[in-house]
């Protein structure tokens, strides 16, 4: 399973544009980044998912480079409800078992 | 979307005793189940996999006696955790893996149920 490496944590005020980037050196081919948002008390929530490139969907943007060895979570526009920790992930998407490793994760704190 | 329930949400009991989590997918079957503890200010560490009609696969230092899986159907995992200490008061989540889905997202996590150990 590859590992991941993210910042322990991160301050922005509202109304920025927040980058969250993972490290993941040895992914493999078949594996996806998934970012998740986990609030306290609560079950992680999927936020986006990715293979290379960029993807974007209505929360968010994931800047993936060639080589697939980071990934960037890009959230724009944060208000203090985006206030979590924020999870990347690296495991292969397809069969029906695959488990995953989470890392520490990015502590995202929203300033007003 | 898929939606994964816990029940319950949150959970006190004394030492000693035992006490049932469930974890249900509630519009989609689920072939693969995953349970994880998380601890205070701390990432979540998975503590199982359960594949429906077969044995769980527990993650190195977790005892399989005391934390027990069932996976009877494709839609509830349970995980009952025997003879319950202080030191198993945690956050436990589960998460659904559903087979054959379109969607690309991996996981499906339930919220979670805290439990409190007196």
């Known amino acids: 399973l590859a590992k991941t490496t993210q910042p322990i944590s991160m301050d922005s005020y509202e109304g920025q544009e927040v980058n969250i980037t993972c490290s993941h050196n040895n992914i493999a081919t078949n594996d996806y980044i998934t970012w998740y948002q986990q609030f306290p008390s609560q079950g992680p929530r999927f936020i986006i998912q990715?293979?290379?490139t960029k993807v974007t969907n209505e929360v968010a943007s994931l800047f993936i480079p060639a080589d697939r060895k980071s990934s960037t979570l890009s959230l724009p526009r944060v208000s203090l409800s985006d206030t979590a920790v924020y999870y990347c992930l690296v495991g292969p998407n397809s069969g029906g078992y695959q488990k995953v490793t989470f890392g520490t994760g990015t502590k995202l704190q929203v300033i007003p | 979307g898929a939606v994964v329930s816990q029940h319950p949400s949150w959970v006190i009991c004394k030492s000693g005793t035992s006490v049932k989590i469930e974890c249900r997918s509630l519009d989609f079957q689920a072939t693969t189940m995953f349970w994880y503890r998380q601890f205070p200010k701390q990432s979540l560490m998975l503590m199982a996999t359960?594949?429906?009609?077969?044995?769980?696969?527990?993650e190195q230092g977790v005892e399989k006696d005391k934390f027990l899986i069932n996976h009877a159907s494709l839609t509830l995992s349970t995980l009952t955790v025997t003879s319950a200490h202080p030191e198993d008061s945690s956050f436990y989540i589960c998460s659904a893996r559903a087979a054959g889905l379109a969607e690309k997202e991996t996981q499906y996590f339930g919220p979670g149920t805290r439990l409190l150990v007196l």
């Open positions: 359960s594949n429906e009609g077969s044995k769980a696969t527990y």
């Open positions: 990715g293979y290379k």
